[in-house]
């Protein structure tokens, strides 16, 4: 049935042949304009709720991808501009939206690939109104620290990208949300010294706070400058990572909104 009838049984679900592109709207509401919530990796489920409820007009789409980081980056490819463009035109049609009001883009764990290669491009940068990094954002090792024995530092070039998006949050030119927990793996940079890179380059140091927050996440840190926003929680555990996806719903509403 095309995505232009309407439906008793709304939100209406797309499952696009685009990749892996779930997509999920109000089709009883014949809107020419809506917000866009893009997000990478992570169940839809969770991604259609936290959006559905703050948000009811919007459209609600994600892609998973089998394997790591690099399979979001490879689905991004070598034109990331021109994937975007079609990625965003597939959505459109399905949708029957002539326009979106807003793109906020958002990932988890590896999803971040995508986000990444997309944000190398200037063009796709100027397309984007908003970010949400839940317990996403890995990198290679760089330079070593000073320190004996202590974890090399995150590659700056590869975090690059990220440092830059937090800059013009800062100036108030786009929104950002990053969040970490404290699980470190052993051979690549982990999500809170990842963080800690982007907070030092804008001059935004956490917070220090000892909260449980009512979706149970337990909350070490936070700060917030211009539309630039970061959480830092407590637990080194997969459930703590985890626990950054169920609540990213949470990581939506702290969105600093135009």
Same mark, same amino acid.
């Given at each position: 049935?095309?995505?232009?009838n309407?439906?008793?049984?709304?939100p209406?679900? !797309?499952? #696009?042949?685009?990749?892996s592109l779930? !997509?999920?709207?109000?089709? =009883?509401?014949? &809107?020419?304009?809506?917000?866009?919530?893009?997000h990478?990796?992570?169940? #839809?489920?969770?991604? #259609?709720?936290?959006?559905?409820?703050?948000?009811?007009?919007? *459209?609600? =789409?994600?892609? /998973?991808?089998?394997?790591?980081?690099?399979?979001?980056?490879?689905?991004?490819?070598?034109s990331?501009?021109?994937?975007?463009v079609?990625?965003l035109?597939e959505?459109?049609q399905?949708?029957? +939206?002539?326009?979106?009001?807003?793109?906020?883009?958002?990932s988890?764990?590896?999803?971040?690939?995508?986000?990444?290669a997309? &944000?190398?491009?200037?063009?796709?940068?100027?397309? *984007?109104?908003?970010?949400?990094?839940?317990?996403t954002?890995?990198?290679?090792? @760089?330079?070593?620290?000073?320190?004996? @024995?202590?974890?090399p530092?995150?590659?700056?070039?590869?975090n690059?990208?990220f440092?830059?998006f937090?800059?013009?949050?800062?100036?108030?030119?786009?929104?950002?949300?990053?969040?970490?927990? $404290?699980?470190?793996? $052993? +051979?690549?940079?982990s999500?809170?010294?990842?963080?800690?890179?982007?907070?030092?380059a804008i001059?935004?140091? &956490?917070?220090?706070?000892? $909260?449980?927050?009512?979706?149970?996440?337990?909350?070490?840190g936070?700060?917030?400058?211009?539309?630039?926003?970061? *959480?830092?929680t407590?637990? /080194?555990?997969?459930?703590? #990572?985890?626990?950054?996806?169920?609540g *990213?719903? +949470?990581?939506?509403? &702290?969105?600093?909104?135009?």
């Amino acid at each position: 049935m095309s995505a232009h009838n309407l439906w008793e049984d709304v939100p209406m679900e !797309i499952h #696009h042949p685009l990749s892996s592109l779930r !997509i999920t709207f109000d089709a =009883a509401r014949q &809107l020419n304009s809506r917000d866009l919530f893009l997000h990478f990796h992570g169940a #839809h489920d969770i991604v #259609h709720m936290a959006v559905q409820n703050r948000f009811p007009d919007a *459209i609600a =789409a994600s892609v /998973n991808l089998s394997g790591l980081s690099g399979a979001y980056q490879g689905y991004v490819g070598r034109s990331p501009h021109w994937m975007f463009v079609k990625l965003l035109a597939e959505i459109q049609q399905a949708t029957a +939206t002539k326009r979106f009001d807003s793109i906020t883009l958002s990932s988890f764990s590896a999803g971040y690939g995508a986000i990444r290669a997309l &944000l190398e491009d200037p063009r796709c940068v100027a397309m *984007i109104d908003q970010l949400v990094l839940a317990d996403t954002v890995y990198a290679s090792f @760089g330079h070593q620290r000073n320190s004996l @024995g202590s974890r090399p530092f995150p590659s700056h070039e590869q975090n690059k990208p990220f440092v830059d998006f937090a800059k013009l949050a800062v100036m108030g030119r786009k929104g950002m949300v990053l969040t970490h927990c $404290e699980l470190v793996p $052993e +051979t690549y940079s982990s999500t809170e010294e990842v963080g800690q890179l982007v907070r030092d380059a804008i001059g935004a140091p &956490l917070t220090s706070v000892d $909260e449980t927050w009512s979706n149970g996440l337990r909350v070490k840190g936070h700060t917030r400058k211009g539309r630039f926003v970061s *959480i830092a929680t407590r637990g /080194n555990q997969g459930s703590d #990572h985890l626990a950054h996806l169920r609540g *990213i719903g +949470t990581w939506y509403r &702290l969105m600093p909104r135009f």
